[in-house]
Each structure stands twice: as structure tokens, then as C-alpha cells.
């Protein structure tokens, strides 16, 4: 299944094959615990690390999706969570989502 990877040290949003689960999200994030925003339009959500305004890591990078608070360090953003846990594909495109990221 498609996701997209938000990477702010490279600066790079990029398409990515996972299975759906949270465990391919928490692998790509690097972190073991994971909160979701729901982002504008569709249901689609953005994944991040459960810590990232604690960590005060300043290597990681930083980016903001829309009027989201700022996330420190990779994000993923998928489709609208379906039964049993699995995430889908998300709704939004790669190119209408480069145009609603800031890397700060």
C-alpha cells in the first residue's frame, strides 16, 4: 500500500510501499510510539513521533503540515484508518501534499 514519507533533515517527501499496519509506520518514523493528526480533506492522517515536542532534538528537522503544530522528525501520512487496524492509502496526492508542507 502507498503512504507518503515526510523526511525534514532531507527535506524530502517521498512515496513508500508499507503493509498498513502501525508497525511499518513506527519502522519508517523510528520511534516506538506513535500519534496520529487527522490532516484537511478525506480522513487521510499524519503519523509522528508520540514524543517529538519533548525531545527537543534539534538534528531531527522539523516540518508543519497545513495549520498542525510543527513535528520534529520523520512523518508519515496515510488514509483513514479501516477495521482490524490497518491504514489505507491516502486521498491526498503527492504533489497537492509538497504544496502543504513547510520545512522550518
Not at 13 to 25: H, L, R, T
Not at 94 to 103: D, M, N, Q
Amino acid at each position: 500500500m502507498n503512504a507518503f514519507l515526510i523526511d525534514p533533515v532531507r527535506r524530502s517527501i517521498e512515496s513508500v510501499e508499507i503493509d498498513g499496519s502501525i508497525e511499518s509506520i513506527r519502522t519508517l518514523i523510528g520511534f516506538p510510539h506513535v500519534d496520529a493528526d487527522e490532516i484537511r480533506g478525506g480522513g487521510d492522517r499524519l503519523y509522528f513521533d508520540e514524543e517529538c515536542y519533548l525531545r527537543r532534538d534539534e538534528t531531527a528537522g522539523r516540518f508543519q503540515l497545513d495549520t498542525l503544530a510543527p513535528v520534529s522528525g520523520r512523518g508519515v501520512v496515510t488514509g483513514a484508518p479501516r477495521e482490524g487496524g490497518v491504514v489505507g492509502a491516502p486521498k491526498v496526492s503527492l504533489e497537492s501534499l509538497r504544496t502543504r508542507i513547510v520545512f522550518v
